[in-house]
């Protein structure tokens, strides 16, 4: 019940697509879902993050669609550069407790010029 | 502004040694830390959190401890590594358990 499935493993987009990164979850306690961008040799990095009183929201090229009846999130990425080639990690969590952040198995995006 | 350091950037070890891992947050007091471990194609695998000094808790059992000796220091340690131990470890923190955790860049351990 701990689970966030993460869709795909990899993906390659043109420039200037819109790539799509899916994730589901079980635990329906989970309210958040943040989004995190790791490039090679480092650690991931806070991208974006969405409570599920929301079914959408957008910070620049990055958007996050929500759905909690179908327990699903993604993350789509608006004219996509060449320098969002990275890996894409969903997580999800309960906040107000000891929170430990349950996170997908990510995906490795690449975007071709 | 809060930073997170970890060192080394990256360890070679035979099977059998200790290892001592260190990470420092700078910036702000009583952090959350947190110890994960990120095998190939997988995610990242919460290994121990703090949620102040000397207060461990363990997520996995397995060959590695944890110790928060001071407020903003979190070691990972280990008495006799296995080659089951390789891989890229990440520590992070967060202000408090409702703000998001922020990592550092990792030491990818290798076990010989």
């Known amino acids: 019940q701990q689970q966030v499935k993460q869709s795909p493993q990899s993906l390659i987009v043109q420039k200037g697509g819109i790539p799509i990164i899916n994730c589901a979850y079980e635990?329906?306690?989970?309210?958040?879902f943040p989004w995190y961008q790791q490039f090679p040799g480092k650690g991931p990095a806070l991208l974006i993050a969405i409570r599920p009183d929301v079914s959408e929201k957008k910070e620049g090229r990055f958007t996050i669609s929500f759905n909690k009846s179908a327990k699903q999130f993604s993350l789509h990425i608006m004219d996509s550069q060449p320098g969002d080639s990275a890996t894409y990690f969903c997580a999800a969590s309960k906040l107000g407790g000891n929170e430990k952040l349950t996170f997908g198995t990510g995906t490795r995006l690449t975007i071709i010029p | 502004s809060q930073t997170i350091h970890q060192w080394p950037a990256t360890l070679v070890q035979p099977v059998g040694s200790p290892l001592s891992l260190e990470c420092t947050v700078e910036g702000t007091s009583n952090p959350n830390l947190y110890w994960y471990r990120q095998a190939a194609g997988r995610g990242l695998q919460l290994l121990f959190y703090?949620?102040?000094?000397?207060?461990i808790s363990s997520e996995v059992p397995q060959n590695l401890s944890a110790s928060r000796p001071q407020d903003r220091q979190f070691i990972l340690s280990s008495k006799k590594l296995l080659l089951s131990d390789s891989g890229f470890y990440l520590c992070a923190w967060s202000a408090d358990t409702n703000q998001p955790q922020h990592f550092g860049d990792g030491t990818r351990l290798s076990i010989l």
């Open positions: 635990n329906t306690a989970f309210d958040y």
């Open positions: 703090s949620v102040g000094i000397g207060q």
